[in-house]
DNA sequence: CTGAAAGCGCTTACAG
DNA sequence: CTGAAAGCGCTTACAG
């Protein structure tokens, strides 16, 4: 019988069919957990990301479902808010569970211990957005500091001299990525890179708003501010229009991520594709291929960010 | 051994101590899916929404993650994109799962059957957000007529005395209940309701942007609009400032959910708060007294919105 | 080809 | 109080 429920193909048609229709009519449950625990695999495959709420995530996390859907894999999502603690607390309940693997985006100051834990137990890892000094993992990411070098070298080519960084942190390789590419376009073109100039921190909209005081107070006011992502170039978009400045006339503001709602922001924001879709399609699939018993080289994928131009970017007018 | 690692009282505190010492030192990995199999208990509890990109639904899940955290539950995720299929699956998977319970906010049409099914199985089902007609289970949801003539008194009271519905659909009791809120509100002081003010459909930021133009273009165009939610009025705020119209000034805009951003929105908007972490945490707590064994009552318990004014609504100003 | 038996790793009722 | 045995529902290797 369970041959017949599985499509096996040392059924014959007639029989198999009768079966299922049985099985249907009784309301037979199959029992996953059973099979798994005979099996070793479970089906599952958890996901751990910063937060799933900020859209740069769910965006990564609606095309890793659609991959996962399509091989009948039920996947265990998680936040971890950056606390190691937390995180740890999920894949230990992936090991209980026997999952078959994870993907996740790790917390700031994970171990590269941590991941080897997993790999261990026999729960393959993936790792997306961030890299882990010293793991031995596949990485699925944007070259991030590209990204930003294009981003910056864009607002220099409008005549911008004086650029702000706003947000991020150098606790991630993201982050310090994102500054390098800042600080290396800055450089190419011999303009100062001044440490009052970057508000370190700011990594949603809140914050971003938050900050538009800062920004504005600063000495010899930047013309234009090169934002760690989309959320915190719409929130300094908001709290510039509230001051009265309108961004793309008064200050140029890039993002990062081109975020669904970046085209629709007031003004349109110019930002950095950021590949979200690619990364959650090739990580799903590098998982399954490891879960298939394809070997895979640890290592980073680097996808190539593209400037996508908008209205928040104009000519730098000097005040 | 599995006594002490589940810290019962009949074991020793040393004893305990020891054997838990050991097993972290050989890497012992408690296999939960052999222990639910003995149980029938497993510890996970499903969640399925309409979409967790929604920032409505996001900010239900984060309740709802707070409080199955703090009872050590599990929680898969899902997403049914209003596809009664997909939901069915889900289900599906849960019983498979041996799932505890699962909290959902139903697709658009699903059965009283469905739902029967999951409970006929052993599956506790609890409602966020919609109700299903003929289902006997717990809802917790938002008031939402009282919730919209909330916002429509408030435009009238401002003098606005064409007013427009955007968004939203007949096919969930929350579409029927906000319609039904803005009409009865109209009604009340004897202003008109018009079919074609009402613009059904859009529920996203992109949607509320696309409706600006047909907005605009309304014989007897309204000063007012009452939106189905937040999205779908901040969406609208960034066409009509498109449009070179100021909201709060030319045109009067109130949301519905009062989702984080709406206090950052530009204009800050109007809108009536929507209880999501009331709804998250009583669905969850709702679920974990079922799951213990306490009886429940079907029936939904409204959580009552309150207005909140912010500055896009403003007195109307005739053209 | 078919059917009965063993075993995955737990928990619990039971014998000693 | 302790320890060995049964059984949860599958899958698979094996005997018939």
Redesign the pocket.
């Known amino acids: 019988m369970?041959?017949a429920l599985?499509d096996s193909p040392l059924v014959a048609d007639g029989t198999r069919e009768r079966i299922k229709a049985h099985a249907r009519e009784i309301g037979?449950?199959?029992?996953r957990r059973?099979?798994s625990?005979?099996?070793s695999r479970s089906g599952i495959v958890g996901v751990v990301v910063h937060d799933i709420m900020n859209p740069f995530f769910a965006e990564i996390l609606r095309s890793i479902e659609t991959e996962l859907d399509r091989s009948r894999q039920t996947f265990i999502l998680s936040n971890h808010y950056d606390q190691v603690e937390k995180q740890r607390n999920f894949i230990d309940t992936l090991l209980q569970l026997g999952a078959d693997g994870v993907i996740m985006s790790p917390a700031i100051g994970t171990p590269a211990a941590d991941i080897r834990v997993a790999e261990d137990n026999g729960l393959p890892v993936v790792l997306i957005a961030r890299s882990v000094e010293g793991a031995d993992v596949p990485v699925f990411r944007g070259d991030d500091a590209y990204g930003t070098a294009l981003a910056t070298d864009h607002l220099i080519a409008l005549g911008h001299r004086r650029i702000a960084m706003i947000g991020g942190t150098d606790q991630t390789s993201t982050g310090r990525d994102r500054y390098q590419g800042y600080v290396n376009a800055m450089k190419k073109v011999g303009l100062p890179v001044r440490a009052d100039w970057r508000i370190v921190g700011p990594r949603t909209k809140q914050a971003g708003f938050d900050a538009t005081r800062r920004f504005l107070d600063l000495s010899d006011r930047p013309t234009a501010a090169v934002c760690w992502n989309d959320l915190v170039a719409i929130g300094l978009m908001n709290g510039l229009n509230r001051a009265g400045l309108l961004p793309g006339r008064d200050v140029s503001v890039t993002g990062y991520d081109d975020l669904e709602e970046a085209a629709i922001a007031m003004p349109a924001l110019t930002t950095v594709w950021n590949g979200q879709r690619e990364v959650g399609r090739r990580a799903a699939n590098a998982l399954l291929d490891r879960l298939n018993g394809i070997e895979m080289h640890g290592g980073q994928e680097l996808i190539r960010p593209e400037l996508h131009v908008r209205q928040s970017t104009g000519p730098a007018r000097e005040r």
Do not use: G, K, P, V
């Open positions: 369970s041959l599985r037979y449950i199959y029992n059973a099979a625990l005979r099996t």
